[in-house]
């Protein structure tokens, strides 16, 4: 039976702590149903249920929508083949894999600090076997780096990706650094595609700040509008897309 690539479950001990906080609150509210004069049963069951919900959308995320999603990314960018690119926060390579298939005398490059608790299983050599799976070993590279502080020259690549690492760099600095360090190592003439729920509009900003033609626009089918909705609108998906200048500003 042919091996299936495995590209981790998202965010794991958010997802246990929903559900343990979830199973705590249950269970209070069977045990005390009236704690302080609140109706602790209702209360542990909708906010149990809540919880659930929000756990199970996480592990469909992780298990299905983003293989979906992946591919309305890369369409996002027009590709020759011979692309040089450079994929920041690669994980276990859903990105760097599907980018790869898109090319034909290209390479691409996986870069991360491949934190523990940010995907299972989270390791370079989960990424390379995720490439031998899907046949694209010989176009892959794998290396740890911070996304601000990047080991490469300037003008590397033609295109760079990112899903979901803006919201991880920790301070406004940090991100900042991160669109810099894109920006250096892009080519003239090259493309950033990325993909976050916050900090995406001041992302657009800078970047057009540094001489770049940039955009973004809400994504998300149906199931991203449910999950907007129950998140009270807080979780909003949106894809960045930026063409850096043939010629830089002074």
Same mark, same amino acid.
């Given at each position: 039976m042919r091996r299936k690539p495995d590209y981790g479950l998202d965010s794991p001990l958010i997802?246990?702590?929903?559900?343990?906080?979830?199973?705590?609150?249950?269970?209070?509210?069977?045990?005390?149903?009236?704690?302080?004069h609140l109706p602790m049963r209702?209360?542990?069951?909708?906010?149990?249920?809540?919880?659930?919900?929000?756990?199970?959308?996480?592990?469909?995320?992780?298990?299905?929508?983003? #293989?979906?999603?992946r591919e309305s990314f890369l369409n996002s960018i027009g590709w020759r083949g011979d692309e040089?690119?450079?994929?920041?926060?690669?994980?276990?390579?859903?990105?760097?894999?599907?980018a790869a298939h898109r090319l034909t005398s290209g390479r691409a490059v996986g870069v991360d600090m491949f934190l523990p608790n940010a995907i299972t299983g989270n390791h370079p050599n989960a990424?390379?076997?995720?490439?031998?799976?899907?046949?694209? #070993?010989?176009?892959?590279?794998?290396?740890?780096?911070?996304?601000?502080?990047?080991?490469?020259?300037?003008?590397?690549f033609d295109?760079?990706?990112?899903?979901?690492?803006?919201?991880?760099?920790?301070?406004?600095?940090? #991100?900042?650094?991160?669109?810099?360090?894109?920006a250096r190592v892009l080519k003239p003439?090259?493309?950033?595609?990325?993909?976050?729920?916050?900090f995406t509009d001041v992302c657009v900003d800078q970047l057009r700040r540094i001489g770049f033609v940039a955009d973004r626009e809400r994504i998300g089918g149906f199931g991203f509008w449910?999950?907007?909705?129950?998140?009270?609108?807080f979780f909003r998906l949106y894809h960045v897309t930026g063409t850096k200048p043939e010629l830089m500003p002074a």
């Open positions: 997802i246990a702590g929903m559900l343990i906080v979830g199973g705590l609150l249950l269970a209070v509210g069977m045990i005390w149903p009236h704690l302080i209702w209360i542990g069951v909708v906010v149990f249920a809540y919880l659930v919900q929000g756990a199970l959308s996480m592990v469909y995320y992780s298990k299905v929508g983003k #293989r979906r999603m040089s690119v450079l994929d920041i926060g690669c994980g276990r390579g859903l990105l760097l894999v599907a990424a390379l076997e995720n490439a031998a799976i899907e046949g694209v #070993r010989d176009r892959v590279d794998v290396q740890e780096a911070d996304a601000r502080k990047l080991p490469f020259p300037d003008s590397s295109t760079v990706v990112s899903n979901f690492v803006l919201h991880e760099m920790p301070t406004e600095e940090d #991100r900042q650094k991160m669109i810099a360090e894109i003439g090259g493309h950033v595609a990325l993909r976050d729920f916050i449910v999950g907007a909705i129950l998140n009270f609108g």
